[in-house]
């Protein structure tokens, strides 16, 4: 089982410095490490059995003796020289292991910590005084580095799962809120347009839509907050136009005035070209359905950033009633939204784009004019 950050790992070791010449430093004391690993199991049972938390999960443990064997097994396996795929793997199926068994990835880390001051005890009174501070600082080095690819499996398999019985909930939502809105458009059909009835099937469809639409952006959210940005240069008039297009499709930006202002108009920005599209598709989505009906007024601009090197400053304004100081904070959070039909994702997904594509993005009202966002993203040398 390899991960899905096995390359962010790699570099993770390379940045700690973990290369044959530092395991190397540690081929002479092998041995010593490796003849200590029941004492160590020992330890670390005793350790951990003194814990309330942990010590329920040690004697409800269907065979102890298991656990001991399996701490001797790591213990050793830490010391073998060998640092391929298949130990990365190794390491990584114990981090799943812990979100299986529910444990608390602090008791977890607290493990580590424990780990380390053993092996700090065989260091003071094992290896010889000069190599001391070498021997110590490759072990440190290991420890790190298991600790980092045991944290980064518990992360994902716990983020994935929640993710997957959320992505099904909305699954089985949507199945069920299509059906309800086909029956009632059916229903509809079947009456007059002046019959009473009518205006409250028009009210369930529109609830209906609104329903799927949320559940849509809902994915939307989950796949972006899973996927790693696959970065490369993209012409920001073309990401801009391709929310415009998805937006036409939509219908509904017949009836507003649009301008857009790119200086220079070849900019070339950083990102994910799917996240970033995603940026202009809600922020325009969203501008288009808070713009004054009176003044049906939105534009987009943009300009090299004068105060952050190797930036873009990028604005989208619409004449639409600001934002209240006390929404301000909320404006961000999913679900939230001040319009009736709105899914409150929208923003949401915009920020949550831009932060993974190394930007920022804020709300600033303007009073008397409208609402502006502003977005800052890099740019391509």
């Not at 701490?71 to 114990?94: P, Q, T």
């Not at 700090?120 to 001391?132: D, V, W």
């Amino acid at each position: 089982m390899i991960p899905a950050s096995y390359n962010k790992l790699l570099a993770f070791k390379e940045k700690l410095g973990l290369d044959e010449m530092e395991l190397e430093k540690l081929e002479p004391f092998r041995e010593i490490f490796i003849s200590k690993k029941d004492e160590f199991s020992d330890y670390f049972y005793k350790f951990f059995l003194n814990i309330p938390e942990t010590k329920k999960f040690l004697e409800h443990y269907e065979t102890p003796g298991f656990l001991k064997k399996a701490w001797a097994n790591w213990f050793e396996s830490l010391f073998s020289g060998r640092l391929d795929d298949k130990y990365l793997s190794y390491l990584w199926k114990i981090g799943v292991r812990h979100v299986e068994v529910n444990l608390d990835q602090r008791f977890s880390n607290l493990g580590f910590s424990v780990a380390r001051q053993f092996c700090q005890q065989i260091i003071l009174s094992e290896i010889p005084p000069h190599k001391i501070g070498s021997v110590s600082q490759s072990v440190d080095k290991l420890l790190d580095f298991c600790l980092l690819v045991e944290t980064d499996a518990y992360i994902e398999a716990t983020v994935r799962c929640d993710m997957e019985v959320i992505k099904g909930i909305a699954d089985r939502i949507r199945n069920r809120v299509t059906v309800i809105g086909g029956n009632i458009k059916r229903l509809q059909r079947k009456i007059d347009i002046n019959d009473p009835s009518y205006n409250t099937y028009e009210s369930l469809i529109s609830e209906s839509s609104s329903l799927e639409h949320m559940i849509i952006d809902l994915r939307t959210y989950i796949d972006m907050s899973q996927q790693e940005p696959e970065i490369s240069k993209i012409l920001l008039k073309e990401l801009i136009g391709s929310a415009l297009e998805r937006l036409q499709v939509k219908e509904r930006l017949k009836d507003i005035q649009m301008d857009v202002h790119l200086y220079p108009d070849e900019i070339m920005v950083l990102g994910d070209k799917g996240d970033l599209e995603n940026i202009f598709y809600y922020l325009l989505q969203n501008s288009i359905e808070a713009v004054d009906p009176k003044n049906p007024y939105i534009k987009v601009s943009a300009t090299l950033d004068v105060t952050l090197p190797h930036r873009v400053h990028i604005e989208v304004f619409n004449t639409g009633t600001p934002p209240k100081i006390e929404d301000m904070v909320r404006l961000f959070s999913p679900f939230f939204s001040t319009k009736p039909l709105g899914t409150g994702l929208g923003l949401a997904i915009a920020r949550l784009a831009a932060r993974k594509n190394y930007g920022k993005l804020f709300i600033e009202p303007i009073q008397g004019q409208g609402t502006k966002a502003v977005i800052t993203l890099p740019i391509a040398e």
